[in-house]
């Protein structure tokens, strides 16, 4: 939510007036071509909703509960985020953040992070969808908490898809209730709808993912299999996905999702791990760190490479490492990967289940759990080395 210090600067003006000038805003800043139509990875990332606006527009109908209930303020609360791109200079000065005009405002101005929507000239939402960037992408705060510059690739730890999904009319049935709101924020569970389990997992980088064989916690394909398998079976995009072990042979035409998983996986392999920032490590203990990594610690004899995961395809029983096996066993693999560690500070907790709240927590784990006898130094140098990957 927004701070009480920016919340009080923010000065409240009449709903409809603020709106206006919002809508008057996008038309000025409007595409006659849009970013979906453009076979460009960073817009089907940012902007592409694969057809899925009928699922969360018909069946859904968060299109009318977004008009009726949904203020800015709400919206930032369970994790959505504010492109401050695509906001005019100084408009949030007027804005009313308890009003859902403001919000239908800035869906129309195209500024909510991973959200598209139509809205006619009665500011009524007729269609919404969502895209890849609602749950990979997040903003860098430079406005506000949850408005700033898009930061692509960045798991949203904040966004809260359980506690959006069950403010669905289509969704009020008590036990789906009960599922959606235990989630809780940074969590999904892509398989529920599948084998009825709950499970969610944490939200993963689409970062660093450049010479990754296996992108997934479990290691079931290739990114651009589960590009498909989320934009078609979790977003309800408009395609076609055939995997007899997850059970789904879904076909449409057209296929508004596998013509663009190319370009949308090269975008995602461009995006960069980001680079620890100056001060954040103690060098020296780092570089003792880097000695434990690679000997005592027997982290390197999995986290290996530049990529610091296994080379080839090699995947792990939960037992080998003391992992949660709930997930690995609804999976197709019925294992894990060795997960990437190229931007460790920035996407704590870790695990597949945000077991570990630290750095700290992660090497105490290995350590009781492979009886690797690490000195309290040795640990404390490694988890220093941890953050400079």
């Known amino acids: 939510m927004i701070a009480p210090t920016v919340s009080a600067r923010l000065a409240r003006r009449g709903a409809a007036a603020v709106a206006a000038a919002l809508v008057l805003a996008a038309a000025a800043c409007n595409d006659s071509t849009s970013p979906g139509e453009r076979l460009d990875g960073q817009a089907i990332f940012r902007f592409d909703t694969f057809g899925d606006d009928a699922f969360w527009t018909d069946t859904l109908k968060l299109n009318e509960v977004i008009e009726s209930a949904v203020s800015p303020r709400t919206a930032l609360a369970v994790g959505l985020k504010v492109d401050a791109d695509a ?12 009003d859902p005009a403001t919000t239908v405002a800035l869906l129309k101005l195209g500024a909510v992070v991973g959200v598209q929507a139509q809205v006619d000239d009665n500011s009524h939402i007729t269609r919404i969808g ?14 506000a908490p949850g408005i700033g510059k898009r930061l692509d690739g960045w798991p949203n730890r904040e966004i809260d898809p359980g506690l959006i999904l069950s403010l669905s009319p289509a969704l009020q049935e008590p036990a ?6 235990s989630w809780g924020p940074g969590r999904y569970d892509a398989r529920w709808n599948h084998d009825g389990l ?17 992108e997934t ?3 079931d394909g290739p990114v651009s299999y589960w590009n498909a398998y989320v934009a078609i079976t979790q977003m309800h995009g408009q395609g076609t996905f055939v995997d007899p072990k ?6 449409a035409s057209p296929d508004l999702v596998t013509p663009k998983l190319a370009a949308l996986r090269d975008y995602q392999l461009s995006l960069s791990a980001p680079k620890p920032q100056a001060g954040s490590y103690d060098a020296a203990a780092a570089e003792r760190g880097a000695t434990v990594f690679a000997g005592a610690g027997r982290c390197a004899s ?5 990529t610091f995961t296994d080379a080839g395809t090699r995947l792990h029983e939960p037992s080998e490492t003391g992992m949660e096996p709930l997930h690995a066993q609804r999976s197709t693999t019925k294992k ?4 990437p560690l190229r931007g460790l500070l920035t996407h704590a907790p870790y695990f597949h289940d945000g077991s570990a709240a630290t750095l700290r927590a992660v090497i105490d784990h290995y350590d009781s759990y492979l009886h690797l006898g690490l000195t309290e130094q040795q640990k404390l140098d490694l988890e220093e080395y941890l953050k400079t990957l």
């Open 87 to 98: 906001l005019p200079p100084g408009i949030l000065a007027t804005a009313d953040l308890d």
């Open 130 to 143: 969502i895209t890849c960037a609602l749950c990979h992408s997040t903003v860098d705060n430079s406005v």
């Open 176 to 181: 789906t209730q009960a599922v959606l709101k």
């Open 198 to 214: 709950n499970g969610p997992v944490l939200i993963p980088p689409a970062y660093g993912l450049r010479g990754v064989a296996l």
């Open 217 to 219: 916690y479990t290691g």
């Open 246 to 251: 997850t059970g789904d042979d879904i076909h």
């Open 302 to 306: 999995c986290h290996s490479g530049d």
């Open 336 to 339: 894990y990967r060795t997960t």
